[in-house]
């Protein structure tokens, strides 16, 4: 489904995302490989590409589609916009692949760390966080019994 996660858990891919961004002098440079992260998301199935599976709350058309069981987690997510496909392939990276409940467990440290909060639009600060939202959903859902 996709190759996410590259690191052995949330915190470590947190780290090292904190890291990366940390090469860049300014946010061009920032924005500019966001970019090229969202160009690495695997590819979408256009027949996913459904209301059933849109995020709402973006103003870039997102769709979402969760996977596996509580065991591990998979999402399968792509933007029509090239700087929201690097924020979902940041979110993939930090959640994709783990345990529903290291994805509760988590909270999305690397948006401060990395200075995202201070850099991003209103709308795509509020898209950002509903992906981010849907993701826990998906976990929450997959402890329930």
Not at 47 to 61: A, F, I, P, V, W
Not at 75 to 90: E, H, K, P, R, T
Not at 112 to 132: D, F, K, V, Y
Request: proline fraction near 7%; hydrophobic fraction near 40%; aromatic fraction near 8%.
């Amino acid at each position: 489904m996709n190759a996410l996660p590259t690191e052995p858990s949330a915190e470590a891919a947190q780290a090292a995302i904190a890291e990366e961004f940390g090469f860049f002098g300014d946010w061009t440079e920032r924005y500019q490989y966001l970019i090229d992260l969202g160009r690495k998301l695997p590819p979408f199935p256009e027949e996913l590409k459904t209301e059933d599976h849109r995020l709402l709350g973006c103003q870039s058309m997102v769709w979402i589609v969760p996977g596996g069981d509580r065991s591990r987690m998979t999402f399968q997510a792509v933007s029509d916009s090239a700087i929201v496909s690097g924020l979902i392939y940041l979110a993939l990276r930090v959640y994709g692949g783990r345990p529903a409940e290291e994805i509760l467990a988590t909270e999305p440290d690397y948006i401060e760390r990395i200075g995202l909060s201070r850099h991003l639009s209103p709308t795509r600060s509020n898209g950002l966080a509903a992906l981010l939202a849907s993701i826990k959903d998906s976990a929450r859902t997959a402890l329930d019994p």
